[in-house]
Protein backbone atom coordinates (compact mmCIF):
# COMPACT_ATOMS: atom_id res chain seq x y z
CA UNK A 1 0.00 0.00 0.00
CA UNK A 2 1.53 3.85 -0.92
CA UNK A 3 1.82 5.84 1.58
CA UNK A 4 -1.25 7.85 0.24
CA UNK A 5 -3.37 4.94 0.36
CA UNK A 6 -2.73 4.64 4.34
CA UNK A 7 -5.72 4.88 6.37
CA UNK A 8 -6.26 7.92 8.45
CA UNK A 9 -5.86 7.62 12.31
CA UNK A 10 -8.68 7.59 13.66
CA UNK A 11 -10.12 10.50 15.51
CA UNK A 12 -9.76 10.96 19.02
CA UNK A 13 -13.50 10.06 20.59
CA UNK A 14 -15.85 13.72 20.91
CA UNK A 15 -15.33 13.87 25.26
CA UNK A 16 -11.36 13.73 24.74
CA UNK A 17 -11.81 16.25 21.75
CA UNK A 18 -14.02 18.05 24.15
CA UNK A 19 -12.10 18.06 27.37
CA UNK A 20 -8.42 19.19 25.36
CA UNK A 21 -10.79 22.27 23.38
CA UNK A 22 -11.92 23.30 26.69
CA UNK A 23 -8.17 22.92 28.35
CA UNK A 24 -5.87 23.61 26.57
CA UNK A 25 -5.07 27.27 25.16
CA UNK A 26 -4.73 27.71 21.71
CA UNK A 27 -2.36 29.66 19.72
CA UNK A 28 -2.91 32.80 17.65
CA UNK A 29 -2.87 32.63 14.12
CA UNK A 30 0.40 33.26 12.56
CA UNK A 31 -0.05 35.99 10.66
CA UNK A 32 -1.18 37.81 13.96
CA UNK A 33 1.63 36.26 16.23
CA UNK A 34 3.65 37.49 12.86
CA UNK A 35 2.74 40.64 12.61
CA UNK A 36 4.74 43.59 14.00
CA UNK A 37 1.62 45.02 15.85
CA UNK A 38 1.11 41.70 17.43
CA UNK A 39 2.08 42.99 20.90
CA UNK A 40 -0.41 46.01 20.61
CA UNK A 41 -3.00 43.98 19.63
CA UNK A 42 -2.62 41.66 22.61
CA UNK A 43 -2.36 44.85 24.97
CA UNK A 44 -5.66 46.53 23.38
CA UNK A 45 -7.39 43.27 23.84
CA UNK A 46 -6.37 43.21 27.88
CA UNK A 47 -7.51 47.04 27.41
CA UNK A 48 -11.50 45.40 26.93
CA UNK A 49 -11.08 43.93 30.62
CA UNK A 50 -9.56 46.77 31.90
CA UNK A 51 -12.15 49.32 30.65
CA UNK A 52 -15.07 47.08 31.69
CA UNK A 53 -13.75 46.18 35.20
CA UNK A 54 -13.46 49.86 35.67
CA UNK A 55 -16.52 50.78 34.19
CA UNK A 56 -18.43 48.13 36.28
CA UNK A 57 -16.80 49.52 39.72
CA UNK A 58 -18.02 53.47 38.98
CA UNK A 59 -21.37 52.38 37.17
CA UNK A 60 -23.24 49.82 39.60
CA UNK A 61 -23.34 53.19 42.64
CA UNK A 62 -25.79 54.47 40.17
CA UNK A 63 -28.10 51.72 40.49
CA UNK A 64 -28.63 51.81 45.15
CA UNK A 65 -31.89 54.27 44.57
CA UNK A 66 -33.78 52.62 41.95
CA UNK A 67 -32.78 49.02 43.19
CA UNK A 68 -33.83 50.28 46.94
CA UNK A 69 -37.02 51.56 45.16
CA UNK A 70 -37.85 48.00 43.39
CA UNK A 71 -36.94 46.16 45.92
CA UNK A 72 -38.04 48.08 49.37
CA UNK A 73 -34.70 47.79 51.02
CA UNK A 74 -32.48 50.00 52.90
CA UNK A 75 -29.30 51.63 51.93
CA UNK A 76 -27.16 49.18 54.17
CA UNK A 77 -28.76 46.42 52.06
CA UNK A 78 -28.29 47.43 48.68
CA UNK A 79 -24.54 48.60 49.54
CA UNK A 80 -23.85 44.73 49.47
CA UNK A 81 -24.14 44.49 45.41
CA UNK A 82 -21.04 46.46 45.81
CA UNK A 83 -19.77 45.41 48.89
CA UNK A 84 -20.10 41.44 48.14
CA UNK A 85 -19.03 41.96 44.73
CA UNK A 86 -15.12 43.79 45.90
CA UNK A 87 -14.67 41.24 48.35
CA UNK A 88 -14.76 38.19 46.25
CA UNK A 89 -12.67 39.90 43.83
CA UNK A 90 -9.79 40.91 46.71
CA UNK A 91 -10.17 37.27 47.88
CA UNK A 92 -9.86 35.11 44.97
CA UNK A 93 -7.19 37.29 42.73
CA UNK A 94 -3.88 35.67 44.26
CA UNK A 95 -5.39 32.29 44.07
CA UNK A 96 -6.37 32.68 40.52
CA UNK A 97 -3.14 34.30 39.10
CA UNK A 98 -1.34 31.25 40.86
CA UNK A 99 -3.61 28.61 39.05
CA UNK A 100 -3.20 31.06 35.89
CA UNK A 101 0.59 30.58 36.06
CA UNK A 102 0.08 26.59 36.49
CA UNK A 103 -3.07 26.14 33.55
CA UNK A 104 -2.71 28.99 31.24
CA UNK A 105 -3.09 33.03 31.88
CA UNK A 106 -5.22 32.91 28.40
CA UNK A 107 -7.36 30.40 28.94
CA UNK A 108 -8.28 31.78 32.34
CA UNK A 109 -8.50 35.15 31.19
CA UNK A 110 -11.24 33.40 28.32
CA UNK A 111 -12.78 32.01 30.98
CA UNK A 112 -12.77 34.91 33.53
CA UNK A 113 -14.44 36.78 30.44
CA UNK A 114 -17.31 34.37 29.76
CA UNK A 115 -18.32 34.16 33.42
CA UNK A 116 -18.18 37.84 34.18
CA UNK A 117 -20.33 38.03 30.95
CA UNK A 118 -22.78 35.10 31.80
CA UNK A 119 -23.26 36.84 35.42
CA UNK A 120 -23.56 40.44 34.14
CA UNK A 121 -26.89 38.69 31.78
CA UNK A 122 -27.79 37.37 35.34
CA UNK A 123 -27.51 40.28 36.84
CA UNK A 124 -29.65 41.87 34.71
CA UNK A 125 -32.41 39.59 35.06
CA UNK A 126 -32.44 39.30 38.80
CA UNK A 127 -35.66 38.46 40.34
CA UNK A 128 -34.93 39.76 43.47
CA UNK A 129 -31.94 41.73 45.71
CA UNK A 130 -30.66 38.38 47.28
CA UNK A 131 -30.17 36.61 43.97
CA UNK A 132 -28.48 39.90 42.74
CA UNK A 133 -26.42 39.58 45.94
CA UNK A 134 -25.46 36.27 44.45
CA UNK A 135 -25.11 36.85 40.85
CA UNK A 136 -22.92 40.13 42.13
CA UNK A 137 -20.48 37.43 43.49
CA UNK A 138 -20.28 34.91 40.60
CA UNK A 139 -19.15 37.98 38.92
CA UNK A 140 -16.79 38.73 40.83
CA UNK A 141 -15.01 35.67 40.25
CA UNK A 142 -14.95 35.97 36.70
CA UNK A 143 -13.72 39.63 37.37
CA UNK A 144 -11.02 37.92 39.59
CA UNK A 145 -9.85 35.50 36.31
CA UNK A 146 -9.47 38.63 34.16
CA UNK A 147 -7.78 40.42 36.34
CA UNK A 148 -4.93 38.69 37.39
CA UNK A 149 -4.14 37.83 34.53
CA UNK A 150 -4.15 41.49 32.62
CA UNK A 151 -0.85 42.48 33.83
CA UNK A 152 0.79 39.47 33.55
CA UNK A 153 -0.57 38.99 29.70
CA UNK A 154 0.38 42.76 28.74
CA UNK A 155 3.89 41.87 30.25
CA UNK A 156 4.62 38.97 28.68
CA UNK A 157 3.42 40.50 25.60
CA UNK A 158 5.57 43.53 25.21
CA UNK A 159 8.75 44.12 24.19
CA UNK A 160 11.13 44.31 27.35
CA UNK A 161 12.04 48.01 25.99
CA UNK A 162 7.64 48.46 26.02
CA UNK A 163 6.51 47.01 29.23
CA UNK A 164 5.83 50.70 31.00
CA UNK A 165 4.56 51.79 27.96
CA UNK A 166 1.85 48.98 27.31
CA UNK A 167 1.42 48.96 31.36
CA UNK A 168 0.29 52.65 30.55
CA UNK A 169 -2.34 51.71 27.85
CA UNK A 170 -3.33 49.15 30.25
CA UNK A 171 -4.13 51.79 33.03
CA UNK A 172 -5.53 54.41 30.67
CA UNK A 173 -8.00 52.18 29.49
CA UNK A 174 -9.07 51.53 33.40
CA UNK A 175 -9.12 55.22 33.29
CA UNK A 176 -11.70 55.76 30.65
CA UNK A 177 -13.79 53.25 32.24
CA UNK A 178 -13.49 54.72 35.38
CA UNK A 179 -14.65 58.52 33.84
CA UNK A 180 -17.51 57.00 31.63
CA UNK A 181 -18.90 54.90 34.29
CA UNK A 182 -20.67 58.11 35.84
CA UNK A 183 -22.12 59.28 32.15
CA UNK A 184 -23.41 55.92 30.70
CA UNK A 185 -24.80 54.80 33.89
CA UNK A 186 -26.53 58.04 34.40
CA UNK A 187 -28.11 57.48 30.63
CA UNK A 188 -29.20 53.97 31.76
CA UNK A 189 -30.67 54.47 34.64
CA UNK A 190 -32.47 57.54 33.50
CA UNK A 191 -33.81 56.03 29.95
CA UNK A 192 -33.47 52.23 30.27
CA UNK A 193 -33.68 51.35 33.57
CA UNK A 194 -30.98 49.62 36.09
CA UNK A 195 -31.11 46.43 34.75
CA UNK A 196 -29.12 47.68 31.40
CA UNK A 197 -26.09 48.67 33.89
CA UNK A 198 -24.98 45.37 33.82
CA UNK A 199 -26.81 44.33 30.47
CA UNK A 200 -24.39 46.69 28.79
CA UNK A 201 -21.30 44.52 29.64
CA UNK A 202 -22.39 41.67 27.87
CA UNK A 203 -21.99 42.75 24.17
CA UNK A 204 -18.90 43.88 25.39
CA UNK A 205 -17.93 40.55 27.06
CA UNK A 206 -19.13 38.79 23.91
CA UNK A 207 -16.78 41.21 21.18
CA UNK A 208 -13.79 40.79 24.04
CA UNK A 209 -14.10 36.70 24.25
CA UNK A 210 -13.80 36.77 20.22
CA UNK A 211 -11.06 38.93 20.01
CA UNK A 212 -9.17 37.45 23.14
CA UNK A 213 -9.03 33.71 20.75
CA UNK A 214 -7.32 34.93 18.07
CA UNK A 215 -4.97 38.01 19.43
CA UNK A 216 -3.88 36.64 22.92
CA UNK A 217 -0.81 34.79 23.37
CA UNK A 218 -0.79 31.43 24.78
CA UNK A 219 1.42 31.21 28.07
CA UNK A 220 5.09 30.11 27.18
CA UNK A 221 6.36 28.90 30.57
CA UNK A 222 4.33 27.38 32.51
CA UNK A 223 4.77 27.56 36.03
CA UNK A 224 5.94 24.12 37.89
CA UNK A 225 3.42 22.23 40.18
CA UNK A 226 -0.30 21.95 40.01
CA UNK A 227 -1.33 21.67 43.57
CA UNK A 228 -3.42 24.83 45.15
CA UNK A 229 -2.77 25.87 48.71
CA UNK A 230 -6.52 25.11 49.73
CA UNK A 231 -6.36 26.40 53.22
CA UNK A 232 -4.50 29.12 51.70
CA UNK A 233 -6.79 30.59 49.94
CA UNK A 234 -9.74 30.19 52.76
CA UNK A 235 -7.15 31.69 54.84
CA UNK A 236 -6.12 34.86 52.51
CA UNK A 237 -10.33 35.62 51.78
CA UNK A 238 -11.20 35.46 55.34
CA UNK A 239 -8.31 38.12 56.36
CA UNK A 240 -9.02 40.45 53.31
CA UNK A 241 -12.85 39.84 54.30
CA UNK A 242 -12.54 40.41 57.46
CA UNK A 243 -10.65 43.89 57.46
CA UNK A 244 -12.95 44.90 54.56
CA UNK A 245 -15.87 44.56 57.03
CA UNK A 246 -14.32 46.18 59.45
CA UNK A 247 -13.72 49.22 58.08
CA UNK A 248 -17.22 49.48 56.71
CA UNK A 249 -18.75 48.64 60.19
CA UNK A 250 -16.99 51.35 61.48
CA UNK A 251 -18.27 53.87 58.78
CA UNK A 252 -21.34 52.97 59.75
CA UNK A 253 -22.72 49.70 58.05
CA UNK A 254 -25.26 49.24 60.30
CA UNK A 255 -23.41 46.30 62.93
CA UNK A 256 -22.74 47.96 66.48
CA UNK A 257 -19.55 49.72 66.12
CA UNK A 258 -17.75 46.60 68.76
CA UNK A 259 -17.62 44.03 66.07
CA UNK A 260 -15.76 46.16 63.98
CA UNK A 261 -12.83 45.47 66.79
CA UNK A 262 -13.89 41.63 66.45
CA UNK A 263 -13.52 41.70 62.81
CA UNK A 264 -9.98 43.51 62.67
CA UNK A 265 -8.77 40.77 65.50
CA UNK A 266 -9.86 37.83 63.00
CA UNK A 267 -8.47 39.80 60.06
CA UNK A 268 -5.12 39.67 61.82
CA UNK A 269 -5.26 36.46 63.13
CA UNK A 270 -6.31 34.86 59.44
CA UNK A 271 -3.30 36.66 58.31
CA UNK A 272 -1.01 35.79 60.72
CA UNK A 273 -1.82 31.97 60.16
CA UNK A 274 -1.74 32.66 56.49
CA UNK A 275 1.64 33.67 56.50
CA UNK A 276 2.92 31.24 58.53
CA UNK A 277 1.57 28.46 56.28
CA UNK A 278 3.16 30.05 53.19
CA UNK A 279 6.25 29.47 54.95
CA UNK A 280 5.99 26.29 55.57
CA UNK A 281 4.19 24.45 52.42
CA UNK A 282 6.36 23.34 49.72
CA UNK A 283 3.83 25.01 47.16
CA UNK A 284 2.64 28.01 48.56
CA UNK A 285 -0.06 30.50 47.63
CA UNK A 286 2.20 33.28 47.59
CA UNK A 287 6.23 32.98 47.50
CA UNK A 288 7.00 35.16 50.66
CA UNK A 289 11.15 35.36 49.18
CA UNK A 290 8.98 37.03 46.49
CA UNK A 291 8.02 40.18 48.57
CA UNK A 292 11.46 40.04 50.25
CA UNK A 293 13.33 40.60 46.78
CA UNK A 294 14.10 44.14 45.66
CA UNK A 295 11.19 46.48 44.37
CA UNK A 296 8.53 44.02 45.29
CA UNK A 297 7.37 44.72 48.95
CA UNK A 298 7.70 48.54 48.66
CA UNK A 299 6.04 48.60 44.72
CA UNK A 300 3.23 47.21 46.06
CA UNK A 301 2.75 49.60 49.32
CA UNK A 302 3.02 52.29 46.91
CA UNK A 303 0.42 50.23 44.54
CA UNK A 304 -2.00 50.30 47.14
CA UNK A 305 -1.52 54.06 48.19
CA UNK A 306 -1.80 55.14 44.89
CA UNK A 307 -5.22 53.93 44.21
CA UNK A 308 -6.59 54.87 47.71
CA UNK A 309 -5.58 58.08 46.19
CA UNK A 310 -7.59 57.45 43.01
CA UNK A 311 -10.50 56.43 44.40
CA UNK A 312 -10.79 58.48 47.53
CA UNK A 313 -11.84 61.97 45.84
CA UNK A 314 -15.09 59.68 43.51
CA UNK A 315 -16.23 59.36 47.29
CA UNK A 316 -15.38 62.48 48.78
CA UNK A 317 -16.11 65.09 45.54
CA UNK A 318 -20.02 63.74 45.55
CA UNK A 319 -20.55 64.16 48.80
CA UNK A 320 -18.78 67.46 49.61
CA UNK A 321 -20.50 69.30 46.16
CA UNK A 322 -23.91 67.88 46.84
CA UNK A 323 -23.75 69.59 50.03
CA UNK A 324 -22.69 72.60 48.97
CA UNK A 325 -26.09 72.37 46.13
CA UNK A 326 -24.31 71.27 43.38
CA UNK A 327 -26.29 69.16 40.70
CA UNK A 328 -25.62 65.72 39.46
CA UNK A 329 -24.36 66.78 35.93
CA UNK A 330 -22.18 69.45 37.29
CA UNK A 331 -20.03 67.35 40.02
CA UNK A 332 -19.90 64.36 36.92
CA UNK A 333 -18.00 67.19 34.82
CA UNK A 334 -15.66 68.56 37.76
CA UNK A 335 -15.32 65.07 38.36
CA UNK A 336 -14.15 63.92 35.50
CA UNK A 337 -11.03 65.91 35.55
CA UNK A 338 -9.43 63.01 37.98
CA UNK A 339 -9.63 59.52 35.43
CA UNK A 340 -9.04 61.98 32.39
CA UNK A 341 -5.78 63.43 34.03
CA UNK A 342 -5.10 59.64 34.60
CA UNK A 343 -5.65 58.67 31.19
CA UNK A 344 -3.77 61.93 29.17
CA UNK A 345 -1.02 60.69 31.53
CA UNK A 346 -0.78 57.51 31.53
CA UNK A 347 -0.42 57.05 27.39
CA UNK A 348 1.41 59.98 26.78
CA UNK A 349 4.38 60.12 29.79
CA UNK A 350 6.32 58.06 28.26
CA UNK A 351 6.61 59.81 25.39
CA UNK A 352 6.95 63.48 26.95
CA UNK A 353 9.25 62.54 29.85
CA UNK A 354 13.13 62.72 29.83
CA UNK A 355 13.93 59.11 27.77
CA UNK A 356 16.76 58.94 30.40
CA UNK A 357 14.59 58.83 33.41
CA UNK A 358 14.34 55.37 35.34
CA UNK A 359 11.07 54.09 36.51
CA UNK A 360 11.74 54.32 40.21
CA UNK A 361 12.30 58.39 39.44
CA UNK A 362 8.98 58.65 37.37
CA UNK A 363 7.02 56.58 40.35
CA UNK A 364 9.18 59.06 42.86
CA UNK A 365 7.73 62.63 40.28
CA UNK A 366 4.57 60.82 40.19
CA UNK A 367 4.29 60.45 43.80
CA UNK A 368 5.44 64.01 44.43
CA UNK A 369 2.94 65.14 42.20
CA UNK A 370 0.17 63.72 44.36
CA UNK A 371 1.45 65.09 47.36
CA UNK A 372 1.20 68.68 45.96
CA UNK A 373 -1.84 67.91 44.63
CA UNK A 374 -3.76 66.60 47.63
CA UNK A 375 -1.96 69.72 49.61
CA UNK A 376 -3.77 71.72 47.46
CA UNK A 377 -7.09 70.01 48.00
CA UNK A 378 -6.40 70.26 51.82
CA UNK A 379 -5.68 74.01 51.63
CA UNK A 380 -7.93 75.57 48.61
CA UNK A 381 -11.38 76.15 49.08
CA UNK A 382 -13.19 73.30 47.07
CA UNK A 383 -14.73 76.10 44.49
CA UNK A 384 -15.91 75.12 40.49
CA UNK A 385 -12.93 76.54 39.40
CA UNK A 386 -10.32 75.61 41.47
CA UNK A 387 -11.13 71.98 42.51
CA UNK A 388 -11.43 70.59 39.13
CA UNK A 389 -7.31 71.61 38.89
CA UNK A 390 -6.44 69.96 41.72
CA UNK A 391 -7.95 66.60 40.55
CA UNK A 392 -6.61 66.81 36.75
CA UNK A 393 -3.13 67.64 38.31
CA UNK A 394 -3.80 64.42 41.17
CA UNK A 395 -4.82 62.31 37.72
CA UNK A 396 -2.02 63.19 35.93
CA UNK A 397 0.38 62.43 38.69
CA UNK A 398 -1.23 59.29 39.20
CA UNK A 399 -0.97 58.74 35.02
CA UNK A 400 3.14 59.07 36.16
CA UNK A 401 3.31 56.77 39.30
CA UNK A 402 1.56 53.89 38.62
CA UNK A 403 2.37 52.69 35.36
CA UNK A 404 6.37 53.24 36.24
CA UNK A 405 5.04 51.93 39.58
CA UNK A 406 3.65 48.36 38.13
CA UNK A 407 6.48 47.95 35.78
CA UNK A 408 8.89 47.91 38.97
CA UNK A 409 6.53 45.80 40.49
CA UNK A 410 6.59 43.29 37.28
CA UNK A 411 10.04 43.38 36.76
CA UNK A 412 10.92 42.16 39.92
CA UNK A 413 8.99 38.63 39.41
CA UNK A 414 10.20 35.77 37.43
CA UNK A 415 8.10 34.84 34.13
CA UNK A 416 7.00 31.88 35.26
CA UNK A 417 5.00 33.75 38.49
CA UNK A 418 3.46 36.50 36.13
CA UNK A 419 0.00 35.13 37.12
CA UNK A 420 1.19 35.51 40.87
CA UNK A 421 2.14 38.88 40.64
CA UNK A 422 0.00 40.39 38.10
CA UNK A 423 -3.53 38.55 40.85
CA UNK A 424 -0.78 40.46 43.39
CA UNK A 425 -0.93 43.99 41.81
CA UNK A 426 -4.59 43.60 41.11
CA UNK A 427 -5.55 42.44 44.74
CA UNK A 428 -3.39 45.82 46.02
CA UNK A 429 -5.39 47.67 43.45
CA UNK A 430 -8.58 46.41 45.34
CA UNK A 431 -7.57 46.67 48.62
CA UNK A 432 -6.49 50.46 47.83
CA UNK A 433 -10.02 51.18 46.74
CA UNK A 434 -11.63 49.58 48.78
CA UNK A 435 -9.92 51.16 51.98
CA UNK A 436 -9.42 54.85 50.31
CA UNK A 437 -14.07 54.33 49.45
CA UNK A 438 -13.97 53.22 53.27
CA UNK A 439 -11.42 55.76 54.73
CA UNK A 440 -13.65 58.84 53.19
CA UNK A 441 -17.00 57.44 54.41
CA UNK A 442 -15.61 57.10 58.06
CA UNK A 443 -13.77 60.73 58.05
CA UNK A 444 -17.54 62.04 56.42
CA UNK A 445 -19.29 59.40 59.16
CA UNK A 446 -17.18 60.63 62.00
CA UNK A 447 -16.51 63.98 61.71
CA UNK A 448 -19.37 65.27 59.03
CA UNK A 449 -19.21 68.92 57.13
CA UNK A 450 -16.54 70.74 56.45
CA UNK A 451 -14.12 69.15 59.13
CA UNK A 452 -14.98 65.72 57.31
CA UNK A 453 -14.32 66.76 54.34
CA UNK A 454 -10.78 68.31 55.22
CA UNK A 455 -9.99 64.92 57.20
CA UNK A 456 -10.91 62.29 54.48
CA UNK A 457 -8.14 64.95 51.95
CA UNK A 458 -5.81 64.68 54.80
CA UNK A 459 -6.12 61.12 55.35
CA UNK A 460 -5.55 60.43 51.20
CA UNK A 461 -2.35 63.68 51.43
CA UNK A 462 -1.10 60.76 54.44
CA UNK A 463 -1.28 57.95 52.00
CA UNK A 464 0.27 60.34 49.26
CA UNK A 465 3.11 60.92 51.21
CA UNK A 466 3.44 56.57 52.42
CA UNK A 467 3.49 56.08 48.48
CA UNK A 468 6.48 58.45 48.18
CA UNK A 469 8.35 57.13 50.93
CA UNK A 470 8.29 53.76 48.94
CA UNK A 471 9.91 55.15 46.01
CA UNK A 472 13.09 56.17 48.28
CA UNK A 473 16.05 54.01 48.35
CA UNK A 474 16.08 51.47 50.68
CA UNK A 475 18.25 53.19 53.38
CA UNK A 476 16.51 56.00 53.05
CA UNK A 477 13.37 54.25 53.68
Known amino acids: MSVRERPAPPHPAPGPRLRTLLTTERARPDAVREHRWAWRLAVGTVCFGAFMGQLDASIV??????????????????????????????????PVGRISDVRGRKLMYLYGFAVFTAASAACGLAPGLAALVVFRVVQAIGAAMMQANSVALVTTSAPPGKMRSALGIQAAGQAIGLALGPTIGGALVSTLGWRWVFGV???????????????????????????????????????????????SVASGLGPPAWTALLLAAAAVAAGWAFLRRQRQIANPLLDLALLRAGRLGPGLLGGL???????????????????????????????????????????????????GWSDRLRSRVGAAGCVLALTLLVLLPPTATLLPLSLALLGLALGIFVPANNTLVMRAIPTTSAGTGGGMVNMTRGLGTAIGVAAVTLALHLFGGDTGARAAALTMLAFAVLALASTLPRRAR
Open 61 to 94: TLTYQPLRTEFHSTLAGVEWVSLSYLLTLVAFLV
Open 201 to 247: NVPIGIIALVAGHYLLPRTRQPAAGSRIDGPGVLLLGGSTTAALLAL
Open 305 to 355: CGYLVLFGPLVLVPVELARRGSGALATGLVLTALPLGFALAATTADRLLPG
